[in-house]
Nanobody
Framework: QVQLVESGGGSVQAGGSLRLSCAAS????????MGWYRQAPGSQRELAAT???????NYADSVKGRFTISRDNAKNTVYLQMNSLKPEDTAVYYC??????????????WGQGTQVTVSS
C-alpha cells in the first residue's frame, strides 16, 4: 500500500507563512495527482490545491495568489507554500495522492492531517 507522511503545520499570526510537505512511499508505480485539502471545524473538507505529476496545478479561489503547490518527482513529495495566511485558513490540512500501484490498480490515499492555526 501507500503511506503519506505530512509535516509542516503549526500556528502563525495573520500575514505569516507556513510550508507543508507530504511524502508518499510504498507500492508506487506512478503518482498521477497529489493535492492538499483542508477541513475547518464544522465544515466539509474542501480542495486547497492539486498538482499533476507533469506539473499542472489547480487552486481553490480562496487561496489563489497566496498558496503555491509544487512537487519533487524524485522524492514523491508535494509541498504547499502558504503565504499571507488569514484566520479563515485555519483548518486541518490533508494530503491526498492518486497513485498507480504495481498491479495496475489505482489507489486513492489520504494522510493523517496536519493542523494549521492562524491567529488574528
Amino acid at each position: 500500500q501507500v503511506q503519506l507522511v505530512e509535516s509542516g503545520g503549526g500556528s502563525v499570526q495573520a500575514g505569516g507563512s507556513l510550508r507543508l510537505s507530504c511524502a508518499a512511499s510504498g507500492s508506487i508505480l506512478r503518482i498521477n495527482v497529489m493535492g492538499w485539502y483542508r477541513q475547518a471545524p464544522g465544515s466539509q473538507r474542501e480542495l486547497a490545491a492539486t498538482i499533476t505529476w507533469p506539473g499542472s496545478t489547480n487552486y481553490a479561489d480562496s487561496v489563489k495568489g497566496r498558496f503555491t503547490i509544487s512537487r519533487d518527482n524524485a522524492k514523491n513529495t508535494v509541498y504547499l507554500q502558504m503565504n499571507s495566511l488569514k484566520p479563515e485558513d485555519t483548518a486541518v490540512y490533508y494530503c491526498k495522492a492518486f497513485v498507480l500501484g504495481p498491479t495496475g490498480v489505482f489507489y486513492e490515499n489520504w494522510g493523517q492531517g496536519t493542523q494549521v492555526t492562524v491567529s488574528s
